[in-house]
Each structure stands twice: as structure tokens, then as C-alpha cells.
């Protein structure tokens, strides 16, 4: 079988389903929530592929809608579908510059709400008017492919802390590695700079 960008082999022994991708950015998102398998274990998987184990046909359609949307997700596929949906619109006024950002925004929103599973990367909240697509490093300071990215993004909800129960000690619900050079660049340029900014 295969999704877009990504293969899956299917195997089911001894009372457990075998699922082998052979994507590495799917496959590290995968193995932060899902049991990955060592590349020698029964069945071994082809050249390429991962190995996850799941034991019935609950988790198992769960675990190949999140394949479904990492692969929808992650880079470079957003940038992909941004560069088909824009090769052809004109950009030589501000109004036409205008359309094209506008396009690369909602794919970027749709990446991460496929991403963050459509809920705030803090607080959970799911309600889709509550929850804003919000770019680590601004999009005025990034090419195509980091406006696209989204490791480049969190989903969040800019609410009342009291209404949401938000406290100091809520934290991400998890950072790739991916995140990390976004979110050290944010550190640098905007936060540290924000706050030399209020010093006397």
C-alpha cells in the first residue's frame, strides 16, 4: 500500500498487526507514541522500512490515520502542494504577493492541524476558532520551505489563562528535534531581543 510519498507493508502474526513504513521523518514522529520494533525482529522488514506493533484493529487504524496525516505533514510536502498551487498565479503587485501568502497560509495551517491532531500544543483546546497556526520564526524572516515547515509552528490558543486552566507548569505536549533550531533562533531574535528591549 501505498500514501503519498510513503510505503507501508502490512503483517499480522500471532495476534498482532505488523506495520512497515519506509519514510525516516514519519518513522521518528512514529516512534515517540507508537511501539517501534528493531529492524531484526520477526517479521523482519524490508531495506529502508520501520517496524510497528500494535495489537488489534483499534490502534491499528489509529496508528495509519497519524501515518496518513505525518506524511500529509511533514516537510517537504507542504511546500510541494504550496509550489502546484502556485506556479501559476501571477506575482508582480502587492495585491497579487497578497494571494500567494495567503495560500502558503493555509497550507501551513493545515500541516500543523494535522500535526497537532487540530488541538493546542499546550492546553488541548480544540475548538478551530480558538486555535491559531503560529510561526516560531516569523514568516517575514523565512524562505518558502521554513514558512512551510511545520516544525516551523505551533498550534495555540492566545486565551484567558483562567478560563483554560493554564498554569506556569503546563508545558508542549512534545517537541521534535526538528523544532529545536526554531526555536533556539526565537530565543535569540525575538524573545532575548524583546527583552533587552524593556531594560532601562
Not at 499480522?12 to 512514529?30: K, Q
Request: charged share 20%; aromatic share 8%.
Amino acid at each position: 500500500m501505498a500514501i503519498s510519498g510513503c510505503s507501508l507493508r502490512l503483517f499480522h502474526r500471532e495476534g498482532a498487526y505488523y506495520v512497515a513504513i519506509d519514510h525516516p521523518g514519519v518513522a521518528a514522529e512514529l516512534a515517540t507514541r507508537w511501539h517501534a520494533l528493531p529492524p531484526l525482529t520477526e517479521p523482519i522488514p524490508p531495506p529502508g522500512f520501520h517496524n510497528f506493533i500494535v495489537p488489534d484493529t483499534a490502534p491499528l487504524q489509529g496508528l495509519i490515520r497519524e501515518i496518513y496525516h505525518l506524511v500529509r505533514a511533514l516537510p517537504s510536502e507542504p511546500l510541494r502542494q504550496f509550489e502546484e498551487a502556485t506556479r501559476t498565479l501571477p506575482r508582480s503587485t502587492e495585491a497579487e504577493r497578497l494571494i500567494i501568502q495567503r495560500v502558503g497560509q493555509n497550507v501551513f495551517r493545515e500541516a500543523l492541524d494535522l500535526y497537532w491532531g487540530h488541538r493546542c500544543a499546550v492546553t488541548q483546546v480544540t475548538q478551530r476558532p480558538l486555535v491559531r497556526a503560529s510561526h516560531i520564526k516569523p514568516w517575514g524572516f523565512s524562505g518558502d520551505a521554513e514558512r512551510l515547515d511545520v516544525y516551523n509552528g505551533l498550534l495555540a490558543a492566545p486565551l484567558d489563562r483562567a478560563g483554560l486552566g493554564v498554569h506556569p507548569g503546563l508545558q508542549l505536549q512534545h517537541l521534535s528535534p526538528a523544532h529545536l533550531p526554531y526555536h533556539a533562533w526565537h530565543r535569540e531574535h525575538l524573545f532575548e531581543g524583546a527583552a533587552e528591549g524593556s531594560r532601562p
